[in-house]
Nanobody, 124 residues
Framework: QVQLVESGGGSVQAGVSLRLSCAAS????????MGWFRQAPGKEREFVAG????????SYADSVKGRFTISRDNAKNTVYLQMNSLKPEDTAVYYC?????????????????WGQGTQVTVSS
């Protein structure tokens, strides 16, 4: 089992930055690719960003490319999502997830473990 706990969400104005953290415990963190997903009210959960086991490869949804950065610190068992230039359309509950695959994928079904989510609200 892997337990994931997100933090760092909040209510902010458009244009500012937030950094989300996801702390993992349980099985060896470095054995999992990690992803961030988000779900807005009335919408499906969507892929935001992913990072492979070593942190050497990342991927992003087109909607956040150039504004968000995913990173991980395997010594701290933590994955981060730096969100810059936030927009109202970024408002959602953000979830981190762990996949036993070598690389992060956009496919929700590939993720074995999920956190409880953290709310991000961006007002204009």
């Amino acid at each position: 089992q892997v337990q994931l706990v997100e933090s760092g969400g909040g209510s902010v104005q458009a244009g500012v930055s937030l950094r989300l953290s996801c702390a993992a415990s349980g099985r060896t963190f470095r054995n999992y690719a990690m992803g961030w997903f988000r779900q807005a009210p009335g919408k499906e959960r969507e892929f935001v960003a992913g990072i492979n086991r070593s942190g050497g490869s990342t991927s992003y949804a087109d909607s956040v490319k150039g504004r968000f950065t995913i990173s991980r610190d395997n010594a701290k068992n933590t994955v981060y999502l730096q969100m810059n230039s936030l927009k109202p359309e970024d408002t959602a509950v953000y979830y981190c997830a762990a996949s036993s695959n070598l690389i992060a994928t956009t496919n929700r079904a590939a993720y074995n473990y999920w956190g409880q989510g953290t709310q991000v609200t961006v007002s204009s």
